[in-house]
């Protein structure tokens, strides 16, 4: 199995701070690898996929990049509504694994 | 628009079965692969497999091979998961999930609500 490690586990920011936030796989996944974005008792939203491309609807302020097997997702602006739990995952193969989440927190 | 319906919230014992349930609107139910991931109380998602509405082929994670069956009706657009012999730590929300149709390893785009299944005894 494709393992993929997130970090930080969780940190805190400030609104208006940059966050970043990095999943590194076990084996090359070519760039498939998504960002999910969690709120309490919600189901998990895409944010971006195929590590750079940006869903639709999703604000500009997000953003993802790639070198080799390390993958960031990157917010620019953090906003009030941005606080929540963001999570990796890759497609290249099954099974399908999730990295361990990354609890965004205010400061 | 796009949606995804889950059955309710089901307590269950050690050792009993459960079957959610997701209906799907708003698309070609038989045109996206749908899967399942889980969420144990506070910790991560887990994938447990998917299944192709349309051939209706499935293909699960080995960690729940032998206890997992995923089917569908595509008469009334929902998919099912069934799992078995539940000990306590299946205790979860599970989700279904689209696979969005942008080609090999789309992301989810679309997610149930989520159905609770606390298993004690």
């Known amino acids: 199995d494709i393992q993929v490690t997130q970090s930080p586990s969780s940190l805190s920011a400030s609104v208006g701070d940059r966050v970043t936030i990095t999943c590194r796989a076990s084996?090359?996944?070519?760039?498939?690898l998504n960002w999910y974005q969690q709120k309490p008792g919600k189901a998990p939203k895409v944010l971006m996929y195929d590590a750079t491309n940006l869903q639709t609807g999703v604000p500009s302020r997000f953003s993802g990049s790639e070198s080799g097997t390390d993958f960031t997702l990157t917010i620019s602006t953090l906003q009030p509504e941005d606080f929540a739990t963001y999570y990796c995952q890759q497609s290249y193969s099954t099974p399908w694994t999730f990295g361990q989440g990354t609890k965004v927190e205010i400061k | 628009q796009v949606q995804l319906v889950q059955s309710g919230a089901e307590v269950k014992k050690p050792g009993a079965s459960v079957k959610v349930s997701c209906k799907a609107s708003?698309?070609?139910?038989?045109?996206?692969?749908m899967h399942w991931v889980r969420q144990a109380p506070g910790q991560g998602l887990e994938w447990m497999g998917w299944i192709n509405p349309n051939s209706g082929n499935t293909n699960y994670a080995q960690s729940f091979q032998g206890r997992v069956t995923m089917t569908r009706d595509t008469s009334i657009s929902t998919a099912y998961m069934e799992l078995s012999s539940l000990i306590s730590d299946d205790t979860a929300v599970y989700y279904c999930?689209?696979?969005?149709?942008?080609?090999?390893?789309?992301?989810?785009?679309?997610w149930g609500q989520g159905t609770l299944v606390p298993v004690s005894s």
């Open positions: 084996q090359s996944i070519s760039s498939f």
């Open positions: 999930a689209r696979e969005a149709a942008y080609g090999s390893g789309s992301p989810f785009d679309y």
């Open positions: 708003g698309y070609t139910f038989t045109g996206y692969y």
